[in-house]
């Protein structure tokens, strides 16, 4: 077990050395978060305004901006553990694995210390947004959230950033050079911001794309953030009008359904400890074969 955190270890200060490898496992995070700032938030804010008009002004911006840093925790639990993956890629391209075979490591614990290193530092770098989201929401829209909410949000997080780990490890697994992997962070951290609806409420899009986005993993795993995020500020919004509430919940993706079938929360947790299962099995076997 030593041996496993001793790589562990040595995994987290490769990738928090590489300044350039954090900067692209936060890219989607930084891409919403500017999005809102400066183009789209004032939009949000005005268009919703007039669809309330007796909600103050703050309110509404609680609303928006409970939404936004929602999509912004739920993607960074997405493309943090593909980030983190950087130091395979790494030491694939150097030929460090030569070195790890002559040596006494068991080729079992090298995976082991790959994938906790991934897991661990998207865990990590979630918590670290997430904490920041929620004393931004407090010191600025004064939403609060109790300990059972920070505590279902967290769990959320650390089933997300397990599951996305494993997917994203299995995916580099089969990148051989840091120039495929640098093109693979950037489409991937570009792309699941509008697969996940972070980037634009889903009920802005043409029913079929909808259809598709809310049948992916990446939006169900983002949909329990987005409801114990938004559950105050959106009841405040709304005055507390039941159908309106239902409404804002499907267009900006608070909820999902695919046809008549609604995605439950039970549901999300079952879908990604099976991705965890599966892709973590998976990616073990892939990157044997490449240590080999």
């Known amino acids: 077990m030593s041996v496993v955190l001793t790589l562990m270890s040595r995994n987290l200060r490769l990738f928090f050395r590489d300044r350039l490898g954090v900067f692209f496992s936060l890219l989607s995070a930084l891409i919403l978060f500017l999005l809102y700032a400066l183009f789209l938030g004032n939009g949000q804010v005005e268009d ?5 008009p007796g909600a103050t002004e703050g309110e509404v911006k609680g609303f928006v901006d409970s939404w936004m840093f929602a999509g912004i925790v739920g993607i960074t639990s997405i493309t943090s553990g593909l980030g983190a993956m950087n130091v395979f890629v790494e030491d694939s391209a150097s030929g460090r694995f030569r070195d790890f075979l002559v040596s006494p490591i068991r080729r079992d614990k090298l ?6 290193s991934a897991g661990v530092i998207a865990l990590l770098m979630t918590t670290t947004v997430l904490i920041i ?60 911001g509008f697969v996940a609806g972070a980037y634009i409420p ?19 795993g983002s949909v329990p953030i987005r409801q114990e995020m938004t559950a105050e500020s959106l009841n405040a919004m709304a005055g507390g009008q039941q159908e309106a509430v239902t409404e804002l919940q499907e267009i900006y993706g608070i909820t ?37």
Do not use: K
């Not at 919703?48 to 309330?52: A, I, K, T, V």
């Open 133 to 192: 989201s929620l004393a931004y929401l407090y010191l600025v829209d004064g939403v609060s959230f109790d300990a059972g909410q920070i505590a279902t949000i967290y769990g959320f997080v650390a089933l997300s950033c397990v599951a996305f780990a494993s997917l994203s490890a299995l995916a580099v697994s089969f990148v051989r050079t840091p120039g495929a992997y640098s093109a693979l962070s950037t489409i991937a951290g570009t792309v699941l």
């Open 111 to 116: 995976i082991i210390g790959y994938l906790l």
């Open 202 to 220: 889903v009920g802005a899009m043409p029913n079929g794309v909808q259809t598709v986005i809310n049948a992916l993993p990446f939006m169900q």
């Open 256 to 292: 999902a359904s695919v046809g008549d079938w609604a995605v439950t929360n039970t549901y999300v947790v079952l879908i990604l400890a099976v991705m965890t299962v599966v892709f973590t099995v998976l990616a073990s076997l892939r990157i044997r074969s490449r240590i080999a």
């Open 48 to 52: 919703l305004q007039q669809s309330f």
